[in-house]
């Protein structure tokens, strides 16, 4: 089965910068979707990044400019690079990758973003 472990969040001051990790067990990330979703307290889940397995990306329009997913050659990680961060993004963040009908999340890794 797919395991994926995020890591690199935590604390940073607003404008501040982060870059978030997704290690996979295995080079899934060349082949299938992948994105990155948060969810605040009292909030649903939300997309945040997509990266096909085509190549093409998908924002969120709260991030655009500001964040960008990217994956390594050879494909066994995905990461989020988080520019210019802002209060409203603090959440708890998730990697995701479909596999044909089955989804898999990692376990999400805590943002904040506060002065």
């Known amino acids: 089965q797919v395991q994926l472990v995020e890591s690199g969040g935590g604390l940073v001051q607003p404008g501040g910068s982060l870059r978030l990790s997704c290690a996979a067990s295995?080079?899934?990330?060349?082949?299938?979707?992948m994105g990155w979703y948060r969810q605040a307290p009292g909030k649903q889940r939300e997309l945040v990044a997509a990266?096909?397995?085509?190549?093409?990306?998908t924002y969120a329009d709260s991030v655009k400019g500001r964040f960008t997913i990217s994956r390594d050659t050879a494909g066994n990680t995905m990461y989020l690079q988080m520019n210019s961060l802002k209060p409203e993004d603090t959440a708890f963040y998730y990697c995701?990758?479909?596999?044909?009908?089955?989804?898999?999340w990692g376990q999400g890794i805590q943002v904040t973003v506060s002065s």
């Open positions: 990266l096909s397995r085509g190549g093409s990306t």
């Open positions: 295995g080079s899934i990330f060349s082949t299938y979707d």
């Open positions: 995701n990758v479909q596999v044909y009908f089955r989804t898999y």
